[in-house]
């Protein structure tokens, strides 16, 4: 099976304009309102995340992509020859998610993964809901999530052996974590060995580190909302921050990840935790919040750093004009243009 990337996540929240604000105001989304749901746009295609009402917050469906028709049905004969349940959607859920055709099934741990082909475009550019350079979607996906699994020995064997994900490389401590790719992003998924199941979080990624630092400034304003502060990764050098989104699942808003040579590339298990410097997690308990702490102070102690990660490119800026009246906030009219960036 070859799944080519994570192409949208839909949610549940019991709050509606909560999530308006978060991934418009603070995260600089575009939304789209779709009745008695959102959704957000991060690039050309019609959305990235739907946002339901329900009476429960949380994951609700991960939509991955392949290649086209004859790939989707290939990978349906092939779940099911391994005992896993397909089911086949009706018009209306195809519809909702902007794809020409899908199956979808459930995994060790009762999460529907959605496998899909011809994701639609909008029919206008992509305008955030805030100035920003833009994400770095594209061949690599919206982004990655993060699952919160019993047992990883248990979960692991369906993402590798059936579904054909590859693993990239696994922490023992302060907490079990395996991450795995389907492309050149460090991961699509990883999983998080806990006492919960479900989503723990999903990151999506920007084109410029300072509109990571500037919505890091809004999110730090409102109590309790940051999940963990500023910091960088070991594994895929993302320098980011998480905060808590309005269904109760972490967002990472980052810049700067690796990429992967799939030819050249070792596993290896990570010797200094999850992060370089940073991320403190406030949903630790303390414990572990002290052994990832110095976790850290040693790889600083022994000169543990990233690699030079920054490049000249062509990216694309989305441009929100602000609105004189509004007192510098931002209006609807966005431009784009190309142009040089570091990163």
Known sequence: MNIESLGYIGVTTTDLDAWRRFGGEMLGMQVVERGSSLAFRLDERCQR??????????GSYYGFQVADELALNAAARELEARGVCVSVPDAEELRRRGVAAMCYFLDPCGNRLELFHGHAAADDPFRPSRPLRGFRTGELGLGHVVFNVPSIADVLPFYTDVLGFRVSDYA??????????????????????????GLHHMMVELLSLDDVGQAYDRVNKEEGLVGATLGRHTNDYMVSFYAWSPSRFLVEYGWGGRTIDEATWRIERLQHGPSLWGHE???????LRAKALEMRLRAAMEGVKAPLQVAAGTVRFYAVEPTPEAGGTTSGNAHQADGISQG
């Not at 995340?49 to 949380?58: A, P, Q, R």
């Open 49 to 58: 995340i739907l946002v339901d009402h329900g009476s429960s917050n949380g």
């Open 172 to 197: 023992e401590e302060p907490f079990k974590a395996t991450f795995l790719h389907a492309n050149a992003r460090h991961h699509s998924v990883a999983l998080i060995e806990s006492t919960k199941s």
């Open 281 to 287: 997690r406030t949903w630790l308990p303390e414990p």
